[in-house]
Antibody
């Protein structure tokens, strides 16, 4: 069974940093691209970042470029999102998700809440 | 960036109704469109991929159609478990973008 479990969320002050992780199991992690998607409270879904299977290419939404870094450790079946210079508007539930090679997203984690507030 | 416009934003319907949700892309995305269902406090769940392919395990009352810039999600006979929010998402090009969502409520 495919499982994606996010961790690392919490309360952080504006300007602070946080690192999210996503532990993958039940599939060959190094065979799949991955992505992060977020959802602000009461709002819709927003794609944040994606990474190819081998980590060679990374893509970001403009609003996080230069502040967030997506990475993966295939040997540990883990996906990460390093978030720096956090802003109030980054407050959201962050989901990791698995992609097929054509970009279809088929499995999502349960999400982890990040709250940026003083 | 490709903008995805979803309508309606809210839909009131009864069990057994046929429901249609529309998603329009600001430019052609071929058939690179997915539909997701999301229930409160839960992660999204893939219903349809490549505009019209039904994800494994999803009931056949769900169907998708369209290509280019106009797409629809149809629920042929609304069931109690279907009251939820629905989102379209294009994956033709980066940045990946979602529609604003449609909340299907009980009439």
């Amino acid at each position: 069974e495919v499982q994606l479990v996010e961790s690392g969320g919490g309360l952080v002050q504006p300007g602070g940093s946080l690192k999210l992780s996503c532990a993958a199991s039940g599939f060959s992690f190094n065979s799949y691209p991955m992505k992060w998607v977020r959802q602000a409270p009461g709002k819709g879904l927003e794609w944040v970042a994606s990474i190819k299977r081998d980590g060679s290419e990374k893509y970001y939404v403009d609003s996080v470029k230069g502040r967030f870094t997506i990475s993966r450790e295939n040997a540990k079946n883990s996906l990460h999102l390093q978030m720096n210079s956090l802003r109030a508007e980054d407050t959201a539930v962050y989901y990791c998700a698995r992609l097929w090679s054509d970009g279809t997203t088929d499995h999502w984690g349960q999400g982890t809440l990040v709250t940026v507030s003083s | 960036d490709i903008q995805m416009t979803q309508s309606p934003s809210t839909l009131s319907a009864s069990v057994g109704d046929r429901v249609t949700i529309t998603c329009r892309a600001s430019q052609s995305i071929s058939n690179w469109l997915a539909w997701y269902q999301q229930k409160p406090g839960k992660a999204p769940n893939l219903l349809i991929y490549k505009a019209s392919s039904l994800q494994s395990g999803v009931p056949s009352r769900f169907s998708g159609s369209g290509s280019g810039t106009e797409f629809t999600l149809t629920i042929s006979s609304l069931q109690p478990d279907d009251f939820a929010s629905y989102y379209c998402q294009q994956y033709n090009s980066y940045p990946l973008t979602f529609g604003g969502g449609t909340k299907v409520e009980i009439k």
